[in-house]
């Protein structure tokens, strides 16, 4: 006699066909073959999908993502071929003119396809590995600008460890009697075309170049340099010892009771290589970032005059040949990047409350970097901020976390928690707590 077996449970979504005939599966009697327009729910019941609205035809291929700036004012950029379209509230933003908001896409088509990003306020940050990083910021209920974005104060590379690779800078332009462009002259031929857009850092620890600053002490004179806990100072005016107030400024004039000391430098500065003649070459001309400190720079353009000849110098962590990060997340007030071409398995966060900077140090609130031991060097594919850090690489999943409240430059223990692996392109989502994201080959989602 034929029967029918009344199904009462949905709740086992859409089953694999592999499963086809396992009646001993627990889910085989609440899934299905194949589940079209519906959504399971985890009470047995499944529901019509919901529905869409048609806005507009973009007329080209393009790639979504939203930016959420409050629950009453949300936004959807479509990343097309060399412009980004602004949606919102069912149609596309309008400027105060009545014109739909276009801004420029500073990443191809297939960079766009890739991007990670990370929101904080009115402010959202794409990156991708070989296009850079772009700052999107929200002016206005209806007004965004579009740059690119560069770290301030690095992050950088380990220190040059070859004492015969030594560099030398000489200024090229020189503005308000600082060097705004120089030529920087390495003893071998370091520098290739594709550095174009590296950062290169040049300085040296205070106290091995400067006297101390000490209370009532020495005999200083206009325009002497000292130093202090490695802060390089210069008296503007006064002589005689010093006072008796320590200079703790990191920038203008300040008085130590007898004398008028202006911050120079924490003994380095950095630039940016705009161009390198031939591939090799010794000689790369920069744009300078930061000023260097006393003595680094020569005095003239003509001749040329080159500083002290140094091989305390390191590269950029980002820009040119080594790449920028291929993940970005806020995480406990700080801005964290993952994954470089040079340095796949890093980490890298920025001062905290300051989210844009990267100076160094070893206090709790200065920016750190670390890199994941782990047996195979899988690069970083996102990194997600829940409870603790989430790092998902292409082999694996770790947690970051600290002993004390927050990471810092010397608390962080970094743990393997999975071996599932990562997609490249598919970014994670928090969900209820939990981190979801797409497994190696985008068939499967994990937590």
């Known amino acids: 006699m034929k029967?029918?077996?009344?199904?009462?449970?949905?709740?086992?979504?859409?089953?694999?066909?592999?499963?086809?005939?396992?009646?001993?599966?627990?889910?085989?009697?609440?899934g299905c073959k194949q589940m079209t327009n519906f959504v399971p729910?985890?009470?047995?019941?499944?529901?019509?999908?919901?529905?869409?609205?048609?806005?507009?035809?973009?007329?080209?291929?393009a790639v979504l993502y939203p930016f959420e700036f409050s629950e009453s004012q949300a936004y959807i950029f479509a990343f097309k071929d060399q412009s980004i379209e602004v949606f919102t509230n069912d149609g596309r933003l309008l400027d105060g003119g009545g014109q739909p908001v276009s801004l420029n896409n500073p990443y191809t088509l297939a960079q766009s396809k890739e991007l990670k990003f990370a929101q904080t306020g009115d402010l959202v940050y794409f990156t991708h590995n070989t296009g850079g990083i772009v700052k999107v910021s929200r002016t206005s209920v209806?007004?965004?600008?579009?740059?690119?974005?560069?770290?301030?104060?690095?992050?950088?590379?380990?220190?040059?460890?070859?004492?015969?690779?030594?560099?030398?800078?000489?200024p090229v332009t020189?503005?308000?009697?600082?060097?705004?462009?120089?030529?920087?002259?390495?003893?071998?031929?370091?520098?290739?075309?594709?550095?174009?857009?590296?950062?290169?850092?040049?300085?040296?620890?205070?106290?091995?170049?400067?006297?101390?600053?000490?209370?009532?002490?020495?005999?200083?004179?206009?325009?002497?340099?000292?130093?202090?806990?490695?802060?390089?100072?210069?008296?503007?005016?006064?002589?005689g010892a010093a006072g008796k107030r320590a200079p703790l400024h990191e920038k203008g004039t300040k008085s130590d009771g007898n004398l008028e000391l202006t911050f120079i430098s924490n003994g380095y500065g950095y630039a940016k290589i705009t161009s390198v003649a031939v591939d090799p070459s010794a000689t790369a001309t920069c744009q300078v970032i930061k000023d260097f400190p006393p003595n680094i720079v020569g005095g003239t353009i003509s001749p040329p005059a080159y500083g002290t000849e140094t091989d305390e110098w390191s590269w950029g962590a980002f820009g040119g040949r080594f790449g920028w990060a291929s993940a970005i997340v806020f995480h406990q007030q700080r801005m964290v990047l993952g994954g470089s071409l040079e340095q796949p398995q890093t980490i890298w966060g920025s001062t905290q409350g300051n989210i844009e900077d990267f100076e160094e140090g070893t206090e709790d609130d200065q920016s750190y970097e670390f890199?994941?031991?782990?047996?195979?060097?899988?690069?970083?594919?996102?990194?997600?901020?829940?409870?603790?850090?989430?790092?998902?690489?292409?082999?694996?999943?770790?947690f970051a976390s600290s002993s004390g409240p927050s990471i810092t430059p010397s608390d962080i223990?970094?743990?393997?928690?999975?071996?599932?692996?990562?997609?490249?392109?598919?970014?994670?989502?928090?969900?209820?707590?939990?981190?979801?994201?797409?497994?190696?080959?985008?068939?499967?989602?994990?937590?």
């Open 41 to 61: 729910t985890v009470y047995g019941p499944m529901t019509k999908r919901p529905g869409t609205r048609f806005v507009e035809n973009l007329g080209a291929e």
């Open 413 to 447: 223990n970094i743990q393997q928690i999975g071996t599932y692996g990562s997609s490249e392109t598919a970014a994670p989502l928090i969900a209820n707590g939990f981190t979801v994201f797409t497994q190696a080959g985008g068939g499967k989602l994990r937590e």
């Open 174 to 239: 020189i503005v308000d009697g600082k060097p705004t462009e120089v030529d920087i002259v390495a003893s071998s031929q370091i520098f290739n075309q594709s550095d174009t857009g590296a950062f290169i850092k040049i300085g040296y620890i205070p106290s091995t170049e400067f006297d101390s600053w000490e209370p009532a002490q020495g005999t200083w004179a206009a325009n002497n340099y000292l130093q202090y806990e490695d802060r390089i100072y210069q008296v503007t005016s006064g002589s």
């Open 3 to 30: 029967s029918t077996l009344m199904k009462l449970n949905f709740n086992g979504g859409e089953l694999s066909s592999l499963l086809d005939g396992r009646i001993d599966y627990p889910k085989y009697t609440s």
């Open 142 to 170: 209806n007004t965004f600008t579009v740059e690119n974005f560069e770290p301030l104060n690095g992050p950088f590379q380990d220190e040059n460890t070859d004492a015969e690779l030594t560099v030398k800078v000489a």
């Open 371 to 398: 890199t994941i031991a782990a047996n195979k060097k899988n690069p970083i594919a996102w990194l997600a901020s829940n409870v603790i850090l989430n790092i998902g690489t292409l082999g694996g999943e770790f």
